[in-house]
């Protein structure tokens, strides 16, 4: 394992300081394992979000700075073909492991031997070494890349997204808690990774904190943006394309609806709204962008039914998981984008907002405050009040230059979140991992 105190920031691998440092070992090709969620759905529904975008995303960049990706995720269809080519030099190879439909997040464990057979037979099939390392994410992808990085006699990477210990420490009233099942996978995988993957600082810290990592295992990598795509563009044109008047109030939630996203506080919020300026009810527009998932999947109608209970049904707007030509749109047509999670590893939703220029409201909990720079490309909120988010969300939508301060904002902070810099912290990490990887073993556990 490496040896540097503290936790660690990438730096590209192409630095002059790793460089005179240590040898740099560029992989020439990654076995990337997305079990749960594959990167070819489409974010904002079921168990698909920041993280499919991040692997597509990270997947892309590799292949082009030329280290070949193999992305292995679990068929839930028999019309998926076996292998399907995302991008030159990235590959997604469908595992079939129990059936194709019916089986949800909470029963794959049960068909982590299934998908652990999958990735080492496709393995078998080509020539000895033929990876250099295994990236896994999540979890249950991590526990499939420990015996895969095992018989392969390669490093493994690990990124954690999300974890259990967080979630419950930060759980919603009425949420379900993760189960322990989960809680010690997650410490066996923290336990034998080469290198660990975070987010964020304060990602870091919780994985040193709750799970024991080794600081000198844990690489800080920010998630990026294609800030080619998502930039900032004409609000009435993008209110034209959406069907939203051009003097409307749009407020945008974007993401899984479920009680860990928190989309009913905002709901609840625009009632405060109204309930003291009712003037603003011909005016506000709330609009849902994604779709039921987790344990939102128990009462798919709840949010709907939360509006109709608070009187605002008129108001809000659902819409299903766009694509994200559409959602840059949304973004663009939005005065405030509002994210009130109660966890978030990142906030991928927060960035790409602010990368098109609109301001961010946002709980100020885990990597939100990486994500967005308080008074300077949004607000954080201290609490999940939704009088706090009332408050916050009109301080913007009542303030013309604040908004046009924070949307200027918002457009700078998002800038430095570019996928290239998340490439090459990867690609850092990497090297250290080849570098430095020791043998793995399966009795190797977390005292």
Not at 91 to 120: I, M, S, Y
Not at 201 to 212: K, M, R
Not at 280 to 307: F, Q, W, Y
Not at 394 to 410: C, N, Y
């Amino acid at each position: 394992m490496a040896a540097s105190a503290g936790v660690r920031k990438t730096t590209p691998v192409t630095s002059p300081s790793l460089l005179s440092s240590r040898r740099v070992r560029r992989p020439r090709r990654v076995a990337v394992l997305s079990i749960h969620t594959s990167p070819l759905d489409q974010p904002g529904t079921g168990d698909a979000g920041g993280m499919n975008v991040y692997v597509v995303e990270t997947a892309k960049r590799l292949a082009e700075s030329g280290t070949e990706v193999e992305i292995f995720t679990r068929a839930t269809s028999s019309d998926l073909a076996p292998v399907v080519q995302m991008a030159p030099g990235v590959l997604v190879r469908h595992v079939t492991a129990g059936p194709f439909e019916g089986l949800n997040k909470q029963d794959l464990p049960g068909q982590l031997c299934a998908v652990t057979a999958g990735v080492l037979r496709a393995e078998a099939s080509r020539p000895e070494g033929w990876f250099d390392l295994i990236h896994s994410h999540y979890w249950l992808s991590g526990q499939v890349g420990w015996l895969a990085a095992e018989r392969w006699n390669v490093p493994l990477v690990h990124s954690m997204h999300t974890m259990a210990k967080v979630k419950n420490r930060d759980l919603s009233a009425g949420d379900t808690p993760e189960p322990a099942l989960r809680v010690i996978g997650e410490e066996q995988v923290v336990a034998v990774a080469d290198r660990l993957i975070a987010n964020t600082d304060d990602e870091a810290h919780e994985l040193v904190d709750l799970y024991g990592a080794e600081r000198d295992r844990v690489d800080v990598v920010h998630p990026g943006v294609d800030l080619d795509f998502f930039t900032p563009g004409s609000r009435s044109a993008a209110r034209r394309r959406h069907g939203v008047a051009d003097d409307a109030v749009v407020l945008l939630f974007v993401g899984r609806i479920q009680p860990l996203k928190a989309p009913d506080v905002l709901v609840k919020a625009a009632a405060e709204m109204v309930a003291a300026d009712p003037a603003l009810r011909d005016r506000l527009k709330v609009v849902i962008c994604g779709g039921p998932s987790g344990s939102g999947l128990e009462r798919p109608t709840s949010l709907m039914d939360l509006a109709s209970q608070l009187g605002i049904d008129d108001l809000v707007r659902f819409e299903p998981p766009s694509d994200r030509g559409a959602l840059a749109e949304w973004f663009r047509a939005a005065d405030v984008t509002v994210v009130p999670s109660h966890s978030e590893s990142f906030g991928l939703v927060a960035v790409e907002s602010q990368a098109c220029g609109t301001p961010v409201v946002a709980a100020a909990v885990g990597g939100l405050r990486t994500a967005v720079a308080d008074h300077v490309s949004g607000l954080l909120v201290d609490t999940h009040h939704p009088r706090d988010f009332a408050a916050a969300i009109s301080s913007i939508v009542r303030q013309p230059r604040l908004r046009e301060e924070l949307s200027h904002g918002a457009h700078m902070h998002a800038a430095s979140f570019g996928w290239a810099a998340t490439t090459a912290g990867l690609l850092n990490s990497y090297a250290a991992a080849m570098t430095n990887a020791a043998p793995l073993t399966l009795t190797a556990q977390r005292p």
